[in-house]
T-cell receptor
Framework: SQQGEEDPQALSIQEGENATMNCSYK?????LQWYRQNSGRGLVHLIL?????REKHSGRLRVTLDTSKKSSSLLITASRAADTASYFC???????????FGQGTRLTINP | NAGVTQTPKFRVLKTGQSMTLLCAQD?????MYWYRQDPGMGLRLIHY???????AKGEVPDGYNVSRLKKQNFLLGLESAAPSQTSVYFC?????????FGPGTRLTVL
């Protein structure tokens, strides 16, 4: 079964607004990663946050991690039409050399 | 560098036919992975490899076999295709935590 549950499943906002996506997971992790998938393409790595970190920034991306609640959020600020894609969280479970992906959030940025 | 490439891009099979999907990476990565993605779902791990000559089962291995005879290649085989194997298949490779994905193979089993 999927380790990660993402919320919302779909999100539609206006260009320039901020987009927030949430991810919950079940077991202890080494790190949590976020990936983007444009329609018909493979996934592209966006950002990684380790289990001992609480917040991380990369450009317009901000990721938070709350290990006590087993949850993470991805914030995209000042959204652009090019941010339209599906976003997946993936957990690197402790002791395993593999990622477990959530079901994804489909983000649509309206011009 | 080409990164991760997958062959073929599209394929249509009849039930019971067999085929092999090829994944190649030119980044000298140790780890390689095969996933399937079904509509509205995330990726599910089929099989993976932590190095040349090694393979291990993932979350949904039934009906698939894999081989990693060369470090740069990871083959996924379907011995007797079933309609339930209609999906988009992604290969990925990694050296550290970040995985690099291929463009995918869209497989339809009739």
């Amino acid at each position: 079964s999927q380790q990660g549950e993402e919320d919302p499943q779909a999100l539609s906002i206006q260009e320039g607004e901020n987009a927030t996506m949430n991810c919950s997971y079940k077991t202890s992790i080494n790190n949590l990663q976020w990936y983007r998938q444009n329609s018909g393409r493979g996934l592209v790595h966006l950002i990684l946050i380790r289990s001992n970190e609480r917040e991380k920034h990369s450009g317009r991306l901000r990721v938070t991690l709350d290990t006590s609640k087993k949850s993470s959020s991805l914030l995209i600020t000042a959204s652009r039409a090019a941010d339209t894609a599906s976003y997946f969280c993936a957990t690197d479970v402790q002791g395993a050399q593999k990622l477990v992906f959530g079901q994804g959030t489909r983000l649509t940025i309206n011009p | 560098n080409a990164g991760v490439t997958q062959t073929p891009k599209f394929r249509v099979l009849k039930t019971g036919q067999s085929m092999t999907l090829l994944c190649a990476q030119d980044m000298n990565h140790e780890y390689m992975y095969w996933y399937r993605q079904d509509p509205g779902m995330g990726l599910r791990l089929i099989h993976y490899s932590v190095g040349e000559g090694t393979t291990a089962k993932g979350e949904v291995p039934d009906g698939y076999n894999v081989s990693r005879l060369k470090k740069q290649n990871f083959l996924l085989g379907l011995e007797s295709a079933a309609p339930s194997q209609t999906s988009v298949y992604f290969c990925a490779s990694a050296q550290g935590y970040e995985q690099f994905f291929g463009p995918g193979t869209r497989l339809t089993v009739l």
